[in-house]
């Protein structure tokens, strides 16, 4: 298993990855839109050749940066991948001189509200209608 940033040939596993683990339907373009923005932003972890976990975040301010998706494949979760993901990514921002990171996640998803909580957010408020399906969201923050 490894570690490393995001490439464009990753594309069609790390759709495959947030089709099956996140509510919203996201048009494939959309991954390669992000990478001139922050390449060291979209990290991925592969096992035997295929992508099963990845995280995709963005600097949305000087000292700040937003982590816009975060899925492990079903088989891989509860192993640590998503921690190890998500530290990665604040070492990144580190380099970047991030010192706060935020994010959003559905409101009825608790295993991912509990998921940040673990890693140092708190939850900051409530978003309504946050996502497509006029679910709301809440938003959390980190300090780093
Ligand atoms: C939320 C998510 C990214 C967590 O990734 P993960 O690799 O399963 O998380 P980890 O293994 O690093 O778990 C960290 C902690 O949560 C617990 N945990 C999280 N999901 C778990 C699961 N499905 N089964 C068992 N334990 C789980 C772990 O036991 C661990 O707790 P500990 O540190 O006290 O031991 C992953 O479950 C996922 O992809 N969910 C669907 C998509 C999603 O909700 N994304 C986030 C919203 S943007």
Same mark, same amino acid.
């Given at each position: 298993?490894?570690?490393?940033?995001?490439?464009? +040939?990753?594309?069609?596993? %790390?759709?495959? #990855?947030? =089709?099956?683990?996140? *509510?919203? &339907?996201?048009?494939?373009?959309?991954?390669?839109?992000?990478?001139?923005?922050?390449?060291?932003?979209?990290?991925?972890?592969?096992?035997?050749? +295929?992508?099963?976990?990845? %995280?995709?975040? #963005?600097? =949305?301010?000087?000292? *700040?940066? &937003?982590?816009?998706?975060?899925?492990?494949?079903?088989?891989?979760?509860?192993?640590?991948?998503?921690?190890?993901?998500?530290?990665?990514?604040? +070492?990144?921002?580190?380099?970047?001189?991030?010192?706060?990171?935020?994010?959003?996640?559905?409101?009825?998803?608790?295993?991912?509200?509990?998921?940040?909580?673990?890693?140092?957010?708190?939850?900051?408020?409530?978003?309504?209608?946050?996502?497509?399906?006029?679910?709301?969201?809440?938003?959390?923050?980190?300090?780093?």
């Amino acid at each position: 298993m490894q570690i490393r940033h995001f490439h464009n +040939r990753d594309l069609v596993d %790390v759709w495959q #990855v947030a =089709s099956d683990a996140l *509510h919203e &339907r996201y048009d494939p373009s959309i991954f390669t839109q992000l990478v001139p923005f922050w390449p060291d932003g979209l990290l991925v972890i592969e096992d035997m050749g +295929r992508v099963v976990a990845f %995280v995709f975040g #963005v600097m =949305s301010g000087v000292q *700040h940066a &937003r982590v816009l998706m975060l899925a492990v494949e079903r088989n891989y979760r509860g192993a640590g991948l998503g921690t190890l993901l998500t530290q990665e990514f604040f +070492r990144e921002c580190g380099k970047k001189g991030v010192r706060q990171v935020s994010l959003e996640v559905r409101a009825s998803n608790f295993a991912a509200q509990r998921f940040y909580q673990r890693l140092g957010f708190f939850t900051v408020r409530r978003v309504p209608k946050y996502y497509s399906d006029g679910e709301d969201g809440i938003l959390f923050l980190r300090y780093l």
